[in-house]
């Protein structure tokens, strides 16, 4: 079946350094790829997205390409934010497809 | 967008007692989700809540511990039958928008549940 795979945390970080988040996937087929977000004391939200292979989903700041060859979508950010201190949950799936989450990587920047 | 209540909040609970979490969701809905989120380990999808029928349980998941209800397209239960420490968890409501993008979930903050 499907899995997701991402980087263990915590991952501590000084502001405005440059933020790599690893995710690596299997799957059947091609499933479209995600970036969740969760801030203190609040619910999941939908960071970016990609559905295809090479797209390119971008918020906020935060960047991740879709690599079909690497089966990889990891998450970037060239200047990180006090404000970004959150847990990152990369995940695959969509439309009738089951979302499938990775264990989720915090994310810590100190001012 | 989209606001999705969840209550309680977080619960101590008597292992061998059962516990209803509540969802509401503000928007309107096509689907609606329970996940677990145990410490350490990634979100697992328990079941979709269906309205007005039995839910659809994942592999690993029976009715009669985890009893979901959906009786209106935005409100839906999910109840924590006979508790036991392993089942200490997060319990996160999450339900996808009539009209959002494909793989967009929203989600509420989440139910901590403590089984002593």
């Known amino acids: 079946g499907n899995s997701v795979t991402q980087m263990e945390g915590p991952v501590t970080l000084s502001e405005e350094a440059f933020l790599t988040i690893n995710c690596t996937y299997t799957?059947?087929?091609?499933?479209?790829l995600f970036w969740y977000v969760q801030y203190p004391g609040e619910g999941l939200q939908l960071l970016l997205k990609?559905?295809?292979?090479?797209d390119k989903g971008s918020n906020k700041g935060f960047e991740a390409t879709y690599r079909k060859e690497t089966t990889s979508f990891h998450l970037e950010k060239g200047s990180v934010q006090v404000s970004d201190s959150a847990v990152y949950f990369c995940?695959?799936?969509?439309?009738?497809?089951?979302?499938?989450f990775g264990t989720g990587t915090r994310l810590l920047v100190s001012p | 967008s989209a606001v999705i209540s969840q209550k309680p909040s977080r619960d101590i609970c008597q292992r061998g007692t059962s516990l209803t979490i509540q969802c509401q969701v503000d928007?309107?809905?096509?689907?609606m989700f329970w996940y677990r989120q145990q410490p350490g380990q990634s979100l697992t999808l328990i079941a979709t809540?269906?309205?007005?029928?039995?839910?659809?349980?994942e592999s690993g998941f029976v009715i009669d511990k985890f009893p979901i209800s959906r009786p209106n397209l935005t409100f839906s239960t999910l109840t924590v039958s006979n508790m036991s420490p392993e089942d200490s968890s997060i319990y996160l409501c999450?339900?996808?928008?009539?009209?959002?993008?494909?793989?967009?979930?929203?989600f509420g903050e989440g139910s901590r549940l403590t089984v002593l």
């Open positions: 995940a695959s799936g969509g439309g009738f497809q089951k979302l499938v």
């Open positions: 799957a059947t087929g091609y499933p479209s």
């Open positions: 990609a559905t295809k292979a090479d």
């Open positions: 928007s309107q809905v096509t689907m």
């Open positions: 809540a269906n309205q007005g029928s039995e839910a659809t349980y």
């Open positions: 999450s339900a996808r928008l009539a009209g959002g993008q494909a793989g967009e979930l929203f």
